[in-house]
């Protein structure tokens, strides 16, 4: 069976997770019933990594097995067509070999965070950012984030409900900056590794804005690691400005030169 990669984008808003559920919408669910439309038939796809209820992806990464072979740009487009008006959209497809995986195969996820600081309800952004009434010190943040790089025992910033085998991971990136936007001052945070535990990342920017709004110190941070205790953690932060932004494998699927062919082409011009 032909083996296709989907890159997906998604709001989480409307959406009990990424996880198909009996009685709950979720975004596997609505892709499936997609596929379903267009080979009448059970589908089952896997992702790269699951998101909870009002998490965003913005490049989440999966894989669906097909009984035709499909052209890759009209298999997304007629996805496209049967997904309105769920907030989903295929914005890539591309013919894989049929052992790739989107999560095995997969040897980094990239996290995006938006938290925004304004007084003023978001309006626009609401759903899309947390927000924050007062003013956050990036560089404090950034120096409690730098004691959470490497490979520790990350228990600490794990949920209690979480699945893994173990808590080690190893944090290739924790970077913090300030990001002036058109409804104001954001806080942005990019969070890389191969694989998260359960609610880390909102663990991570819940506990650092702590350090930003001046309630902890950056070395609060390295104790609460070191404690390897759930109680020790700082406040998780809500999920509606979390996106999954990237997934990283040893060759791109989604690469132009893999296939051959660039998914952006220029816009045609007409004659003069």
């Not at 896997?46 to 009984?67: F, I, N, P």
């Not at 979480?162 to 290739?172: F, G, H, R, V, Y």
């Amino acid at each position: 069976m032909p083996r296709y990669a989907l890159k997906v984008e998604y709001h989480g808003k409307l959406f009990a997770g990424w996880q198909r559920q009996a009685d709950q919408p979720s975004v596997q669910g609505a892709i499936e019933a997609a596929l379903a439309r267009l080979e009448p038939r059970a589908h089952t796809i896997a992702a790269a990594g699951r998101t909870d209820a009002g998490v965003h992806a913005l490049a989440q990464v999966a894989h669906c097995d097909m009984m035709r072979d499909w052209d890759p740009f009209r298999l997304s487009e007629a996805l496209n067509h049967h997904l309105k008006p769920a907030p989903v959209a295929i914005v890539a497809c591309a013919r894989v070999q049929e052992d790739w995986h989107a999560r095995f195969s997969a040897i980094q996820r990239r996290y995006l965070f938006r938290l925004l600081m304004r007084r003023a309800p978001a309006t626009h952004q609401a759903g899309l950012v947390w927000q924050v009434n007062h003013e956050l010190d990036a560089a404090a943040m950034q120096a409690g984030a730098d004691r959470l790089i490497g490979h520790h025992d990350f228990t600490t910033f794990r949920s209690s409900i979480c699945q893994a085998a173990s808590p080690l991971k190893t944090l290739d990136r924790l970077t913090v900056s300030r990001v002036e936007t058109l409804w104001g001052p954001e806080i942005h945070f990019d969070v890389r590794a191969r694989s998260f535990l359960h609610n880390q990342v909102r663990s991570f920017v819940g506990t650092l804005e702590r350090v930003g709004a001046g309630a902890w110190a950056p070395d609060d941070v390295a104790a609460a690691l070191a404690a390897r205790n759930r109680a020790a953690c700082g406040p998780v932060c809500p999920p509606h400005g979390l996106y999954l932004a990237g997934v990283g494998y040893g060759h791109d699927p989604f690469s132009p030169a893999r296939h051959g062919h660039d998914p952006f082409p220029p816009a045609r011009q007409d004659p003069t």
